[in-house]
């Protein structure tokens, strides 16, 4: 039995947090300077939910998830626990009443991503999930452009998301075990972040892909891993474009590397996370170097842009334009381009097609 969400009165959304990590932190930050109260958290244990709230000035701990779900003061909840708790978590948030901001992976199954976003529509909540690099400014002007056919008929890409975090085999991290983190690692963790770039960007899905995955360790602090560490991926797109993705937890020196540039038959553009002040365009005869400036933006990019030209915008300002997004929808608004649970039905098909792939060595036709 599900319970419709209530009405929220602009202005007061009350925000409950499950989880006590790195990730509750962010959201926690950008829930609180969109104007929200930090109402209550839960997490592994009271005691480190008690910690946690402590840190980030929550009102109150709840035991438990259920508890929290239950709490008739809390309009929003974000999930930022392990990849395979999301699925029961979302659903039981959806079921009692809540607005759900869930962490990707969404899920760790198609099917379970599916069943999500028909909870969702059933009880008419907002169920979004960060895909936040959709909130850099300079992302929202590369859109622009392509929409606008400045870049003329895309006819190929080239994107990685490279990381070194996972370099060692003494490196571990629950993301690791695949109970915990799913049976896609490298792929489900950052690839869907890159696929769901790609396709914002570009306007148009891949169509179909072939893969490769590596798992470099199968063993990591004397624990058996079965999830991959690197994915390269042939993809073409609905056009017809071409493209070749990498990702991967184990190249030395790239901390968060995440890059698109996309070929038409006029443009190139090129998009570097880390360095979000810039929007690279290249030409035959000249190219340029496009730096963030609400005064010439695209309106989408100006919407975004939140400090003048040359006072650099990051990470957390985009987390913080997603956030503020998911709140602004709770009210009642309509915000371009939320990133939903949809979109995590998305990533899930795509990582789905990924390991398929892999492992039969085949190209894959992409579900649409």
Not at 8 to 16: H, N, Q, S
Not at 130 to 146: D, K, L, T, W
Not at 233 to 249: D, H, I, K, M, R
Not at 290 to 302: F, G, H, K, N, Q
């Amino acid at each position: 039995m599900t319970t419709e969400v209530a009405d929220i009165v602009v202005g007061t959304v009350r925000t409950g947090l499950v989880g006590g990590g790195f990730m509750a932190r962010v959201h926690a930050a950008a829930a609180r300077r969109a104007g929200a109260r930090l109402t209550a958290i839960a997490s592994s244990s009271p005691e480190r939910a008690q910690l946690v709230a402590q840190e980030l000035g929550v009102g109150r701990v709840e035991a438990d998830a259920a508890g929290l779900f239950a709490a008739s003061d809390v309009d929003v909840v974000h999930i930022c626990t392990p990849n395979a708790t999301h699925a029961s978590l979302a659903a039981a948030a959806l079921a009692a009443g809540k607005h759900v901001v869930c962490e990707k992976p969404l899920a760790t199954s198609v099917a379970d991503a599916r069943a999500l976003v028909r909870l969702a529509q059933e009880t008419g909540a907002v169920a979004a999930v960060p895909f936040v690099y959709r909130y850099h400014p300079m992302v929202r002007e590369a859109r622009a452009r392509v929409a606008a056919g400045k870049l003329g008929t895309l006819v190929s890409l080239d994107a990685s998301y490279l990381q070194d975090w996972m370099l060692r085999q003494n490196d571990d991290d629950w993301r690791a075990d695949a109970a915990a983190g799913g049976p896609s690692r490298a792929f489900a963790d950052i690839g869907s972040h890159l696929c769901d770039l790609v396709e914002f960007v570009a306007g148009e899905r891949i169509a179909r892909l072939t893969a490769r995955t590596r798992r470099v360790y199968d063993e990591r602090a004397g624990r058996e891993v079965s999830n991959e560490d690197v994915a390269a991926l042939l993809v073409e797109t609905e056009s017809g474009a071409l493209g070749t993705l990498l990702v991967s937890q184990m190249a030395p020196g790239r901390k968060n590397a995440l890059v698109i540039e996309l070929h038409g038959t006029r443009r190139s553009i090129r998009f570097d996370q880390e360095r979000p002040e810039e929007l690279w365009v290249g030409a035959r005869k000249a190219s340029r170097l496009l730096l963030r400036d609400p005064a010439t933006a695209e309106p989408d990019s100006a919407r975004l842009q939140k400090v003048p030209a040359g006072h650099p915008m990051g990470y957390q300002d985009a987390f913080d334009g997603f956030v503020a997004d998911v709140y602004a929808a709770v009210e009642g608004a309509a915000p371009d381009a939320l990133p939903t649970f949809a979109d995590g039905l998305r990533a899930a098909v795509l990582t789905e097609a990924v390991l398929a792939a892999s492992t039969s060595r085949n190209w894959i036709e992409v579900p649409a």
